[in-house]
């Protein structure tokens, strides 16, 4: 609230009303936000910066909002950010004129790129002054680096990232000191940590987001020649995080925002086929009994929890007057009388890769049903013995570009939620009343699409038949679902006590298996010497945006995946660890190599322990002492998570929740959380 009290000041004095957003401008709210790491002062200074876009250059908003996020596009439209450190290192020498040995001693010693970009121009004469760079101009020069391929792109990617640092810090060219103040607001410090991918001021997007509201609220207020009153505050944050949370794109949201004002943003942004939205998840239980005490005096419905991926189906038939947003249109596939996408989990599209479902989707779409949004599990499919095969099946299915005919994996979509149903958003309906509407809008075909099967049994013998049952079916266990009233509504991107998992194996053991993130490797020995023969884990914490080490790794792996992890980890080995790591420090804790963030690896663990070699959950206060993390007792590999991007992996937050459940302390603390942004 600091930044609607405040009065405004102007960082920029050069930019007046209507000229672009300079980039320098969001460059010092940047440095502002580097500089501390309390959340309410991070919000202020993009609140204030944001407010300042809204009143001189609304048109720019969009802009600034996905270069403050880090994103060129939202994920369905697959533009890949994150370009390998020789190539930024390639083009920091030679747009500051000093070779790649010394960029690459530099970095070693550095070992942030953004600040050996700073330190290159810092020492370069200026010879002339370009044009200062705007943001709609940085933003244009980073999609055509991230998009051009094809012949040559490695040169022209090259070519766009030295014009862009050519031309940055051309408003105020100085020395500065970067191992006092972080490289200062320097744009090419903020250009180059873009095309990694990673800003590392401690930005979450959900910060963003709740500035964003803040800025907007104040600005409306201002224009009535008044501040907001913290109800309209709490108001207006809940608002966008909804319709963000139904409709995630910036690309609509933003310019409706704008224009019609916050409080009438939800009649114009509402779910929508084509915009994936973040599926709603679950929270793990241990024990039946858990799950009766949960939903105590409610009722409930089991379904199966089938082990496959998750695919969001969307689609419009073409007689219907609704339209597609031109996002959409880029992704789906015509599709009978109508167009439809799938989208995974994290909203990727996975249309290439499932071209045998959509073709068969109008068998399974009854006549009147105009257009939907379906949450689903794509689940390998035994045509023969007309039942579930193993996950690993799904997995040796190409990725893109797969067409119907060479299709040898066929699978099975059960479907388990409706969202969207000719033309109306039904996920604030109770998920009976959704049950309904669904079985009256589909019809099932054997091995092809099928309902979840369910059983709305409330007795715990009833469960645990229930979940034999669905074992011996192949699944993973159950998913129990509040079945009626409000609390029984879809709750896009949370990770909801409305929404209970029981997995098979984890009934007597820590209550879930661990989604994380490959940080570095140890060189095996004996049989092992090729291969790396242990990794280096850690969950993320989203509050800092850091990875938190918990655990060494040696077990589960076959000799042949660990030949696989080795090909495709030294890939992406980087000289030291990344400032946003958290580990120990001393010298008999540090892994032979270090990875880039990149790849997810589920796992499962016998318990939770208390080790001063590990960081994680140490920022949730799991030790009063301050001085241990979390770490995993006998930890095993069970696959790759090819689903999931590494800011998705378990949060600090989760792991922290499994140890306090195991040390007794049986309440979950706090409401449910957005999970994944
Ligand atoms: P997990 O490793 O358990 O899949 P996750 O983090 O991907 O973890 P969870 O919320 O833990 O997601 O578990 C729910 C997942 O189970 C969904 O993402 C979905 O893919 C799958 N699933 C299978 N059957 C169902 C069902 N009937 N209802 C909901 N989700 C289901």
């Not at 330190?119 to 020069?141: A, D, I, N, W, Y």
């Not at 068998?363 to 689940?379: M, P, R």
Request: with cysteine.
């Amino acid at each position: 609230q600091a930044s609607l009290k405040s009065e405004v000041k102007h960082p920029y004095p050069d930019w007046k009303k209507g000229d672009p957003v300079p980039y320098a401008a969001l460059c010092t709210t940047f440095s502002l936000v580097e500089l501390t790491t309390k959340r309410l002062e991070i919000m202020a200074h993009c609140s204030l910066f944001l407010r300042q876009v809204l009143r001189l250059t609304p048109d720019d908003l969009l802009s600034t909002v996905l270069l403050m996020i880090n994103k060129l596009a939202p994920d369905y439209a697959g533009i890949e950010l994150g370009i390998g450190e020789s190539l930024i290192m390639k083009a920091i020498g030679e747009s500051t004129g000093r070779s790649l040995a010394v960029i690459k001693q530099d970095q070693k010693e550095i070992g942030d790129l953004g600040l050996v970009a700073v330190k290159s121009r810092s020492t370069q004469p200026t010879m002339f002054k370009p044009k200062p760079l705007t943001v709609q101009g940085v933003l244009k020069g980073l999609m055509g680096i991230a998009t051009v391929n094809g012949n040559g792109a490695q040169g022209k990617k090259v070519d766009g990232i030295k014009k862009l640092l050519s031309a940055a810090d051309s408003t105020g060219n100085r020395k500065v000191d970067i191992t006092k103040d972080k490289g200062g607001p320097s744009e090419a410090k903020y250009i180059v940590r873009f095309l990694e991918g990673k800003l590392r001021l401690g930005l979450a997007e959900r910060t963003v987001i709740v500035s964003l509201a803040h800025a907007i609220v104040a600005h409306e207020a201002a224009q009535k020649g008044g501040v907001p009153s913290p109800d309209d505050i709490t108001k207006g944050e809940s608002i966008l995080k909804t319709v963000y949370s139904e409709l995630p794109s910036y690309d609509i949201i933003i310019p409706a925002m704008v224009e019609h004002g916050i409080q009438n943003l939800r009649e114009h942004c509402k779910l929508r086929p084509g915009v994936p939205l973040k599926p709603m998840l679950a929270k793990p239980t241990k024990a039946i009994t858990e799950v009766l005490d949960r939903f105590e005096n409610q009722t409930f419905t089991c379904e199966y929890k089938y082990d496959g991926e998750r695919a969001q189906i969307h689609y419009v038939a073409k007689d219907t007057d609704e339209e597609l947003s031109q996002s959409a249109m880029s992704v789906t596939k015509e599709v009978g009388k109508g167009v439809a996408a799938i989208f995974s989990r994290n909203s990727e599209d996975l249309s290439k890769k499932y071209p045998d479902v959509l073709a068969k989707l109008p068998t399974w779409v009854k006549e009147d049903t105009k257009s939907f949004v379906l949450d689903c599990e794509s689940v390998a499919w035994d045509v023969q013995e007309k039942k579930v095969l193993p996950f690993q099946q799904l997995m040796t299915r190409k990725k893109k570009d797969v067409k119907v005919e060479d299709v040898k994996v066929k699978v099975c979509v059960f479907a388990f939620d409706l969202l969207y149903l000719n033309g109306e958003a039904v996920v604030e309906k109770s998920l009976r009343e959704r049950r309904e509407l669904f079985h009256k809008a589909f019809q099932p075909v054997e091995g092809e699409f099928s309902f979840a099967t369910s059983m709305d049994g409330q007795e715990l013998d009833d469960i645990q038949t229930f979940l034999d049952e669905s074992v011996k079916a192949s699944c993973e266990g159950l998913m129990v679902k509040m079945l009626d009233g409000e609390e029984s509504g879809y709750e896009p991107s949370k990770r909801s006590r409305n929404w209970l998992k029981i997995k098979k194996d984890y009934l007597s053991g820590i209550g879930d298996s661990l989604d994380l993130v490959v940080l570095g490797a140890y060189h095996g020995k004996g049989k092992r010497t090729s291969v790396y023969g242990a990794f280096l884990l850690a969950c993320y914490n989203p509050s800092t945006d850091t990875y938190e080490t918990v655990c060494n790794i040696g077990t589960g792996f076959s000799e042949a995946v660990l030949e696989e992890l080795h090909g495709a980890l030294s890939q992406i080995v980087i000289d030291r660890p990344k400032p946003f790591y958290s580990h120990s420090s001393g010298g008999q804790h540090q892994p032979d190599v270090w990875f880039e963030p990149k790849y997810v690896w589920e796992v499962k663990t016998a318990d939770l322990t208390l080790s001063p070699r590990y960081k994680a959950g140490m920022k949730e206060g799991v030790d009063p002492g301050g001085e241990k993390g979390i770490s995993l007792r006998f930890p095993r590999f069970i696959k790759i998570r090819d689903d999931k991007k590494p800011d998705e992996a378990t949060s600090s937050r989760q792991v922290a929740e499994m140890y306090w459940k195991q040390e007794s302390v049986t309440k979950s603390k706090g409401p449910a959380v957005d999970d994944d942004f």
